[in-house]
């Protein structure tokens, strides 16, 4: 039998519990330590997998850590192929099929949603797709309707 996680709803200024990651073949870091940090200043715990993380150690990372809220950022430009594999990893598992998971950063290499990327990975199963130069505003309104009370 599974149990499907439910995301803890912050009371005060408890946080979510976010787990970060590259893909694996995005060896960028800079990306994951500014999220890292962001994060962090919202009042969340975050734990932050870093660069080329293979899709089963982040699937197991997700079953050990039950985290309230998955973030995948990309900047090698294959977030769209990798993220569509790693978000079919993470759905194939009953527990994990309600965790909130959002991807961003660059996830092609022609440009902004080419050929509907965003919506190609939202139908994947991802809970937001925010490509590269959207700023933060989109991640702030994301984490606001999941309940997480990001400060202004």
């Given at each position: 039998?599974?149990t499907a996680l439910t995301p803890r709803?912050?009371?005060?200024?408890?946080?979510?519990?976010?787990?970060?990651?590259?893909?694996?073949?995005?060896?960028?870091?800079?990306?994951?330590?500014?999220?890292?940090?962001?994060?962090?200043?919202?009042?969340?715990?975050?734990?932050?997998?870093?660069?080329?993380?293979?899709?089963?150690?982040?699937?197991?990372?997700?079953?050990?850590?039950?985290?309230?809220?998955?973030?995948?950022?990309?900047?090698?430009?294959?977030?769209?192929?990798?993220?569509?594999?790693?978000?079919?990893?993470?759905?194939?598992?009953?527990?994990?099929?309600?965790?909130p998971v959002v991807i961003g950063g660059?996830?092609?290499?022609?440009?902004?949603?080419?050929?509907?990327?965003?919506?190609?990975?939202?139908?994947?199963?991802?809970?937001?797709?925010?490509?590269?130069?959207?700023?933060?505003?989109?991640?702030?309104?994301?984490?606001?309707?999941?309940?997480?009370?990001?400060?202004?």
């Amino acid at each position: 039998m599974s149990t499907a996680l439910t995301p803890r709803q912050p009371s005060g200024s408890r946080g979510l519990r976010v787990l970060v990651s590259g893909l694996a073949s995005d060896a960028h870091t800079w990306n994951l330590v500014y999220l890292q940090v962001q994060l962090e200043e919202w009042g969340h715990e975050v734990v932050n997998l870093g660069a080329c993380v293979p899709d089963e150690l982040l699937v197991e990372e997700c079953l050990r850590l039950a985290p309230d809220l998955v973030v995948i950022s990309s900047v090698n430009g294959h977030g769209f192929h990798e993220g569509a594999r790693v978000i079919g990893a993470l759905r194939a598992h009953d527990i994990l099929s309600r965790l909130p998971v959002v991807i961003g950063g660059k996830l092609g290499v022609h440009g902004p949603d080419e050929r509907g990327r965003a919506e190609a990975l939202a139908e994947a199963g991802f809970d937001g797709v925010f490509e590269d130069g959207v700023g933060m505003a989109s991640f702030r309104s994301f984490l606001a309707r999941l309940g997480a009370g990001v400060p202004s």
